[in-house]
């Protein structure tokens, strides 16, 4: 009986549907993590757009601050492609004239060649790869805080917001020079992010693709030194499912910083670069009274860096002496600051070990670890204080703000539509997102070019040395070379000679300050001043090459050669390539009459630079003086091969012609060379002279009469007047011009 009531077990046929009624449970939460997964790329997309927009103003700025030292002056990243394996190869500045305070940095210098080889020297191109690439860090911290805070998107999402609007980061953007922080900061990132899906998947590429990417961080930048201890905080406090793999990833972070250290102090050391010279003009930290005024002030400066992170204004480009003061520890900001970074580590380690996950935790010792570097309390480093130190540090400051947010505002909601909803939370991130984008926008444009932001930044601290002299060597070298008119000319002198005394009244020992007030004196013509700020210069520092090669032009315009002889042979020793220098020693010894001497120096400069015009210029005046006209005349051919519309090589490729006999190919010359020129009196001048050879003497006194009406005073071709009126039969006409001669020539006669 019992048997026969078995085929009654359909009672348990209510169960039957349950794997169905499973499976479309499943369907559902499929769709649901697919959707996930759509919204973190969705939300990527929406802040690289939003940090296009802020700074899409930056395209229009040129090349600023150091980006020549990097981009638009450095000889070797103007190669482009041809440069890429000889930067690999060398410190830093090494196509600049490099310094001996080095370091080695070269994946943003081969993305300049690069974008040189595609781009030319184009500014808005670097620009564009700078927001791009910076876009790039914001969407891997992004990605990387989505990891950490496993799926809480709406904290990842507003620290990443954050992030992008900030202004503290408009240095870093808006100078192309500092793609080496965007490198570094994105590949450290793109390295973090590897490493966790290595630690969730196990997949041993994408162990060797997060090291490879922490090695390109070092090339990018040494800040990634600090990520020795935050990758084995996070793999091993955080995303600990696999102590193993934590182990690997750690010891795999130590290797690849050894081997970047090697190769960084083999190249180093092959050029006799080092990094230990640091200078007070940079850090004023080495000047400071005692070691404990030193010790309050980095604190001092730390205390800064907070409040710039919550009230980023003003910016300024350089936190130079004396823009941050020496303090004492009786400072009460000082005291504040001791306070706010001893709590705040002791709060996040207590936090760490009574809660393992904490992102408070997190984010603070994140913050304090990357900005340890830049303390300047356990080592000097090369600046006392920048906004781009905040670079790293800024991602743990975001998350903090973040969490603040989530914890009191959002009180953990983690959808969009509570987010929405919550006035008080959006409230304060609209505020703050329109607030910090409007503050970014609006100092992209202090950082259109070298006067806006000089100028812009002085008015902020106005006791800033550097600053000062900023704005005068702006208007030394760059704005009074372009200016033709004498009354501006001299008033652009006047207040960079202004801007220069400041920065040395604040800074007496200031000795670039004392180069370029020199170099502002001899465009003036005061030889006496411009003497006495060369020599203080060059007794400061036994690098000044521009000083002792200017000193030497001083001598050389005040016709006492032998004086400025030796000074262009210091400024070669300094510098072995400076071409000015050779080419203005070449100018002494022809002045000399040491011809040979001067050709020898010329030469040497075109083994240098083969397309240096004026040396061919110089070489063709010294053989021309040596009557070696045929030596001569390829020179001034190779300048007008060059340089056209060059006035004065035309004039002397037909003062050769006239000088060997080809006249009417003299004439010719000259003839365009005042049509095209009718103030160039030369021209007229040496025109008369070939037709008087032609024995077209009507012609010659009419070119030369108009030669005297171009500059009266250029008496000394009257006399070919009254001997052509005299050829042409006109006694009358020549005696009267003879009388005029001789009241300059009173040797002429008839």
């Not at 020693?585 to 022809?590: E, K, M, T």
């Not at 000399?592 to 397309?611: G, T, V």
């Not at 000259?670 to 008087?692: E, M, T």
Request: proline share 3%; net charge positive; hydrophobic share 45%.
């Amino acid at each position: 009986m019992a048997k026969k009531k078995q085929p009654q077990k359909p009672a348990a046929q209510p169960h039957a549907p349950q794997p169905v009624k499973a499976e479309a449970a499943k369907t559902p939460t499929s769709t649901a993590k697919g959707s996930k997964m759509s919204l973190t790329w969705k939300l990527s997309l929406i802040l690289a757009v939003i940090t296009f927009i802020i700074y899409a103003n930056t395209l229009q700025n040129g090349f600023v601050l150091d980006d020549q030292m990097v981009y638009s002056k450095n000889t070797i990243v103007n190669q482009g492609f041809d440069g890429i394996k000889e930067l690999l190869q060398t410190p830093r500045l090494k196509g600049f004239g490099y310094l001996k305070n080095e370091n080695y940095r070269p994946l943003s210098l081969v993305m300049f060649a690069t974008e040189v080889g595609l781009f030319g020297l184009n500014a808005t191109a670097a620009h564009f790869f700078n927001i791009l690439f910076f876009a790039c860090c914001v969407v891997l911290l992004f990605l990387f805080l989505n990891k950490l805070t496993e799926g809480r998107t709406i904290v990842s999402f507003i620290a990443a917001l954050l992030f992008a609007v900030h202004p503290i980061h408009t240095e870093v953007v808006a100078n192309i020079k500092s793609l080496d922080e965007i490198f570094c900061f994105l590949f450290a990132f793109l390295s973090l992010n590897l490493l966790a899906d290595y630690m969730k998947k196990g997949h041993v590429w994408q162990l060797a693709a997060g090291l490879v990417a922490m090695f390109l961080s070092y090339l990018s930048k040494e800040t990634v030194v600090t990520f020795l201890g935050i990758i084995p905080l996070v793999f091993f406090f955080y995303l600990n499912s696999d102590w193993r793999k934590a182990a690997f990833m750690s010891g795999g972070a130590v290797v690849v910083t050894a081997i970047y250290l090697l190769i960084r102090h083999r190249i180093l050391s092959d050029y006799g670069a080092s990094t230990d010279a640091v200078e007070f003009i940079d850090n004023a930290l080495v000047g400071a009274p005692d070691k404990a005024s030193q010790i309050a002030t980095a604190l001092y400066t730390l205390g800064m860096y907070v409040k710039l992170l919550f009230v980023p204004h003003p910016l300024i480009n350089d936190y130079g002496y004396n823009s941050v003061p020496y303090v004492s520890f009786g400072n009460v900001w000082v005291l504040l600051t001791l306070v706010l970074y001893a709590g705040a580590g002791i709060w996040a380690l207590y936090r760490m070990i009574k809660v393992r996950k904490d992102l408070w935790a997190f984010a603070i010792i994140f913050y304090m670890a990357t900005i340890s570097l830049f303390a300047n309390i356990a080592f000097l480093m090369g600046s006392a204080m920048g906004e781009r130190f905040l670079f790293f540090c800024s991602a743990g400051f975001c998350l903090l703000v973040a969490l603040a947010i989530d914890k009191w505002l959002l009180k953990g909601e983690n959808s969009w539509e509570g987010l929405l909803k919550n006035k008080a939370a959006a409230g304060v991130l609209l505020v703050a997102g329109v607030l910090y984008s409007g503050l970014t926008i609006a100092r992209n444009t202090e950082w259109k070019d070298n006067p806006t932001l000089f100028r812009a930044d002085l008015e902020k601290s106005p006791n800033n040395a550097r600053l000062n002299y900023y704005v005068g060597n702006e208007l030394v070298e760059n704005v009074l070379p372009i200016e033709k008119d004498t009354a501006k000319r001299r008033a652009i002198v006047n207040d960079a000679i202004e801007k220069l005394n400041k920065a040395i009244s604040i800074y007496p020992k200031y000795t670039d300050a004392h180069t370029e007030l020199g170099t502002a004196y001899l465009n003036m013509g005061v030889y006496d001043s411009s003497e006495v700020h060369f020599k203080i210069a060059i007794s400061q520092s036994d690098y000044q090459s521009i000083a002792a090669n200017n000193l030497g032009t001083v001598y050389l315009r005040s016709n006492r050669q032998r004086d400025a002889i030796p000074y262009y042979q210091m400024a070669i020793r300094i510098k072995g390539d400076f071409l000015q220098a050779y080419c203005n020693l070449g100018s002494c010894y022809a002045s000399l009459k040491q011809f040979d001497s001067a050709i020898m120096y010329l030469n040497q400069c075109l083994a240098i630079d083969p397309n240096y015009t004026e040396a061919y210029m110089q070489i063709g005046v010294a053989y021309y003086f040596t009557e070696k006209y045929a030596e001569a005349e390829p020179y001034f051919k190779k300048v007008l091969e060059m340089s056209p519309t060059d006035v004065n090589a035309a004039n002397n490729l037909g003062a050769v012609y006239l000088n060997t006999g080809k006249y009417q190919d003299a004439a010719n010359i000259f003839k365009q060379l005042v049509a095209a020129n009718p103030g160039y009196v030369n021209g007229y001048s040496n025109l008369g002279h070939c037709y008087f050879k032609m024995g077209l003497y009507a012609e010659t006194i009419d070119i030369i009469s108009k030669s005297l009406q171009v500059d009266p005073n250029n008496v000394k071709d009257i006399p070919y007047i009254a001997l052509s009126y005299k050829a042409l039969g006109k006694m009358a006409e020549a005696k009267q011009y003879e009388a005029i001669s001789q009241k300059y020539f009173p040797e002429f006669k008839l």
